[in-house]
Protein backbone atom coordinates (compact mmCIF):
# COMPACT_ATOMS: atom_id res chain seq x y z
CA UNK A 1 0.00 0.00 0.00
CA UNK A 2 1.03 3.52 -1.06
CA UNK A 3 1.30 6.12 1.38
CA UNK A 4 2.42 10.10 1.03
CA UNK A 5 2.38 11.79 4.62
CA UNK A 6 3.06 15.72 4.34
CA UNK A 7 4.21 17.29 7.12
CA UNK A 8 5.80 21.60 7.58
CA UNK A 9 2.64 23.24 6.80
CA UNK A 10 1.20 26.01 9.02
CA UNK A 11 0.54 29.89 9.60
CA UNK A 12 3.24 32.37 8.77
CA UNK A 13 3.39 36.26 8.07
CA UNK A 14 4.17 37.74 4.81
CA UNK A 15 8.01 37.15 3.88
CA UNK A 16 8.34 34.23 6.16
CA UNK A 17 9.15 30.63 5.21
CA UNK A 18 8.08 27.47 5.87
CA UNK A 19 9.60 24.05 4.44
CA UNK A 20 7.36 20.91 3.63
CA UNK A 21 8.44 17.55 3.63
CA UNK A 22 6.41 14.89 1.59
CA UNK A 23 8.03 10.81 3.15
CA UNK A 24 6.70 8.01 0.49
CA UNK A 25 6.32 4.41 1.47
CA UNK A 26 5.13 1.39 -0.50
CA UNK A 27 6.79 2.40 -3.83
CA UNK A 28 10.42 2.79 -5.52
CA UNK A 29 10.88 6.35 -5.00
CA UNK A 30 13.97 6.78 -6.63
CA UNK A 31 12.54 5.28 -10.69
CA UNK A 32 9.43 7.90 -10.16
CA UNK A 33 9.18 12.41 -10.31
CA UNK A 34 8.16 13.57 -7.13
CA UNK A 35 6.53 17.13 -6.94
CA UNK A 36 4.30 19.56 -5.22
CA UNK A 37 0.60 21.19 -5.93
CA UNK A 38 -1.51 23.29 -4.47
CA UNK A 39 -5.12 24.22 -4.29
CA UNK A 40 -6.74 27.59 -3.12
CA UNK A 41 -10.71 28.29 -2.60
CA UNK A 42 -12.58 28.08 -5.68
CA UNK A 43 -9.32 27.22 -8.01
CA UNK A 44 -7.93 23.99 -9.88
CA UNK A 45 -5.18 22.59 -8.53
CA UNK A 46 -1.80 23.81 -10.10
CA UNK A 47 1.60 22.81 -10.04
CA UNK A 48 4.25 24.00 -8.04
CA UNK A 49 7.09 22.26 -8.51
CA UNK A 50 8.84 18.78 -9.90
CA UNK A 51 12.01 17.37 -8.99
CA UNK A 52 13.41 13.98 -11.78
CA UNK A 53 15.22 11.02 -10.06
CA UNK A 54 18.46 12.85 -11.60
CA UNK A 55 17.49 16.13 -9.19
CA UNK A 56 16.53 17.83 -12.60
CA UNK A 57 13.97 20.80 -11.34
CA UNK A 58 10.97 22.73 -12.74
CA UNK A 59 8.77 25.45 -11.24
CA UNK A 60 5.50 27.60 -11.94
CA UNK A 61 7.01 31.04 -12.99
CA UNK A 62 5.13 32.53 -9.87
CA UNK A 63 7.67 30.76 -7.41
CA UNK A 64 10.46 30.86 -9.11
CA UNK A 65 13.49 32.13 -6.82
CA UNK A 66 11.56 32.12 -3.58
CA UNK A 67 10.90 28.18 -3.18
CA UNK A 68 13.30 25.31 -3.70
CA UNK A 69 12.36 21.37 -4.30
CA UNK A 70 14.50 19.09 -3.28
CA UNK A 71 14.64 15.15 -2.64
CA UNK A 72 16.38 12.58 -0.69
CA UNK A 73 16.18 8.94 -2.41
CA UNK A 74 17.69 7.58 0.89
CA UNK A 75 15.33 8.38 2.52
CA UNK A 76 12.23 8.48 -0.07
CA UNK A 77 11.34 12.03 0.66
CA UNK A 78 10.72 15.31 -1.21
CA UNK A 79 10.79 18.51 0.52
CA UNK A 80 9.75 21.90 -0.79
CA UNK A 81 11.60 24.95 0.92
CA UNK A 82 9.76 28.15 0.65
CA UNK A 83 10.89 31.43 1.35
CA UNK A 84 9.42 35.10 0.95
CA UNK A 85 6.10 33.48 1.39
CA UNK A 86 3.24 36.30 0.23
CA UNK A 87 -0.32 36.03 0.88
CA UNK A 88 -1.59 34.47 -2.70
CA UNK A 89 0.80 31.30 -1.59
CA UNK A 90 -2.10 30.49 1.08
CA UNK A 91 -3.00 27.12 -0.79
CA UNK A 92 -3.23 23.29 0.54
CA UNK A 93 -0.32 21.64 -0.49
CA UNK A 94 -0.01 18.30 -2.03
CA UNK A 95 2.56 16.00 -2.48
CA UNK A 96 2.53 13.89 -6.07
CA UNK A 97 4.77 10.68 -7.35
CA UNK A 98 4.22 9.75 -10.32
CA UNK A 99 5.54 7.47 -13.70
CA UNK A 100 7.51 9.75 -15.60
CA UNK A 101 6.78 8.42 -18.72
CA UNK A 102 2.72 7.63 -18.10
CA UNK A 103 2.55 10.66 -15.90
CA UNK A 104 -0.86 10.19 -14.85
CA UNK A 105 -0.18 6.76 -13.17
CA UNK A 106 0.43 8.02 -9.75
CA UNK A 107 -0.41 9.00 -6.14
CA UNK A 108 -1.62 11.70 -3.85
CA UNK A 109 -0.68 12.60 -0.16
CA UNK A 110 -3.07 14.19 1.53
CA UNK A 111 -2.81 17.36 1.54
CA UNK A 112 -1.12 20.03 4.54
CA UNK A 113 -2.53 23.73 5.02
CA UNK A 114 0.09 26.54 4.42
CA UNK A 115 -1.31 30.30 5.29
CA UNK A 116 0.24 33.55 4.70
CA UNK A 117 -1.09 36.28 6.32
CA UNK A 118 -0.22 40.07 5.65
Known amino acids: QVHLVESGGGLVQAGGSLRLSCAASGIIFNSKVAGWYRQAPGKQRDLVAT???????NYADSVKGRFTISRDNAKNTVLLQMNGLKPEDTAVYYCRVFNPVLRSLGYWGQGTQVTVSS
Open 51 to 57: ITKDNST
